[in-house]
């Protein structure tokens, strides 16, 4: 994930309960002090995830997410460079409250612990968008999602100018965002569907300048902006106001 600036904020997905908590600005747990803000972060990758498994077409994946366990490997470096040396504590509430729950554990020099999303209590319903600006801490998390290093696998290559350029370039497309969400009503009548949520987060992330950005290992370079419907794509997207038009290209090598 890309931001643009510092004091922007980054929109995230989480459970109505944590968005509660976030009026705290932070609480208290086995006596260290936890930002909410970074609680919010950490189940955001669990949340997002569910979702793009919702939006699969494979046979794998039904419309009904809650029925599978999502799992994210969490590295202790990355978590360190996120939340701090306190990391530990954020990981330690969310398994007591029952959020997520410790999968396959750790095995030195072969993989970090495993945690899984409680998917009895998931509920894609109850899903809401978060604005994450907590002001004392935002900064490390902006700082983290901003480097190269962290958008890139370490089985990609990919050279870094032409990440780069790519993120400059997407930084110049706008999204007119009210006819984007009522063309996605049209497409999607259901607003609790999966593909409803995945892309009205794509166009509310687009709308705030925040770039998501994947490379693959085929070369490709997946962001909130291919993962838009195509109807969307053609009709909303702009840069410098002017309308943009969607074409394939077909390269032929003799």
Not at 209 to 216: A, C, M, R, T
């Amino acid at each position: 994930m890309y931001v643009n600036k510092p004091k922007d904020y980054l929109i995230q997905i989480t459970n109505q309960e944590l968005n509660k908590l976030s009026e705290e600005v932070f609480i208290y747990y086995n006596g260290r002090r936890l930002y909410v803000d970074h609680l919010i972060d950490l189940l955001h990758g669990f949340y997002d995830k569910a979702i793009r498994h919702g939006n699969e077409e494979s046979s794998e994946y039904k419309s009904d997410i809650s029925r599978f366990c999502i799992s994210i490997r969490l590295n202790s470096r990355i978590l360190l460079k996120k939340y701090g040396r306190y990391y530990k504590f954020y990981i330690d509430y969310l398994i007591e409250e029952k959020h997520i729950r410790l999968g396959l554990g750790y095995v030195s020099s072969k993989r970090s612990n495993t945690y899984e999303l409680n998917s009895v209590l998931f509920n894609p319903e109850e899903l809401v968008y978060y604005q994450n600006k907590d002001s004392s801490k935002h900064k490390r998390l902006i700082k983290f999602y901003n480097e190269e290093v962290n958008l890139i696998p370490k089985s990609v290559r990919i050279d870094d100018n032409i990440l780069r350029k790519t993120i400059d370039n997407l930084h110049h497309v706008s999204i007119d965002e009210e006819k984007a969400i009522e063309i996605l009503k049209a497409i999607y009548p259901d607003e609790k569907s999966n593909k409803y949520y995945r892309n009205h987060y794509c166009i509310k992330t687009i709308s705030s300048d925040q770039i998501y950005l994947v490379p693959d290992e085929y070369g490709r370079i997946h962001t909130n902006f291919t993962v838009l419907k195509k109807e969307i794509r053609n009709d909303c997207l702009k840069i410098e106001n002017e309308k943009i038009y969607e074409r394939d290209v077909s390269v032929y090598i003799n």
